[in-house]
């Protein structure tokens, strides 16, 4: 059983920034490729970022230039930075590993930025 473990969401004004963390239970290259996902209220879950096994990264078109994905191989960590933070990045943020068999999912983290 894989298990993804968010962590670093939080309130923070617009303009702001905050780092969120994901660990996983096992190996990140065992998975085809690993990224977040958001889900606002009354809105359906989407992809922010991921990042394959091989490097290549895939944002979202509203996230480009200000989020950052980066990842720790040896502390099997997946780490997301926002930068410009803005009222629409409000949402529970999902931690997502992929592989053939399966899609594991965090639990999720809050980030509220106000106005």
């Known amino acids: 059983q894989v298990q993804l473990v968010e962590s670093g969401g939080g309130l923070v004004q617009a303009g702001g920034s905050l780092r969120l963390s994901c660990a996983a239970s096992?190996?990140?290259?065992?998975?085809?490729?690993m990224g977040w996902y958001r889900q606002a209220p009354g809105k359906q879950r989407e992809l922010v970022v991921r990042?394959?096994?091989?490097?290549?990264?895939d944002y979202a078109d509203s996230v480009k230039g200000r989020f950052t994905i980066s990842r720790d191989i040896d502390k099997k960590m997946v780490y997301l930075q926002m930068n410009s933070l803005k009222p629409e990045d409000t949402a529970v943020y999902y931690c997502n590993a992929h592989s053939l068999a399966y899609n594991y999912w965090g639990q999720g983290t809050q980030v509220t930025v106000s106005s």
């Open positions: 990042i394959a096994i091989g490097g290549r990264v």
């Open positions: 096992r190996s990140i290259f065992s998975f085809n490729d």
